[in-house]
């Protein structure tokens, strides 16, 4: 007869709904960093500035993440993303979509969603530690941004 214990907290796995609070997170980090670096970036002559229009893209990211995270759970994953999905390709003039499905990217989210099988068969592993693993080797291997992003969630989800 099993014994009827209430413990004070209770463990709830982390789903895929910790991921945009993660991404929010990180963009809350950068956007920090950014702030207030200590020593100043030297840019080179091919790379844009930090002007008000990116500045106020990255804002309207964070913003419609927020809305992303708040209402995935009422709304569930097709029409959250879809409320998010619109404005945000909007906003970048749908450009994301040519770079996502370049075939470099789409062989590393091949590779991605084959490393997070495999660490998601190990025992004691999960999409987060599989995430947590590899930004240092997506750091090490000199990905594109997009490509390193591409991957991390390609891991989580695989």
Do not use: H
């Amino acid at each position: 007869m099993a014994w009827p214990y209430q413990a004070a907290f209770s463990y709830e796995p982390v789903g895929p709904r910790a991921y945009p609070l993660l991404m929010l997170g990180l963009m809350a980090i950068a956007l920090l960093y950014l702030a207030i670096r200590p020593t100043p970036i030297v840019r080179k002559d091919d790379e844009p500035e930090l002007d008000r229009a990116s500045l106020i893209k990255i804002g309207l990211c964070t913003g419609l993440l927020l809305v992303f995270a708040a209402t995935f759970e009422s709304l569930g994953f097709i029409l959250s993303s879809t409320l998010i999905g619109i404005p945000m390709a909007r906003l970048y003039l749908g450009q994301g979509f040519g770079v996502a499905l370049s075939p470099y990217n789409l062989v590393t989210a091949l590779c991605g969603t084959l490393i997070g099988t495999v660490v998601g068969l190990l025992p004691g592993l999960g999409p987060i530690n599989g995430v947590a693993l590899l930004i240092p080797i997506a750091f090490a291997l000199g990905l594109p941004p997009e490509s390193a992003l591409i991957l991390l969630a390609a891991v989580y989800l695989g």
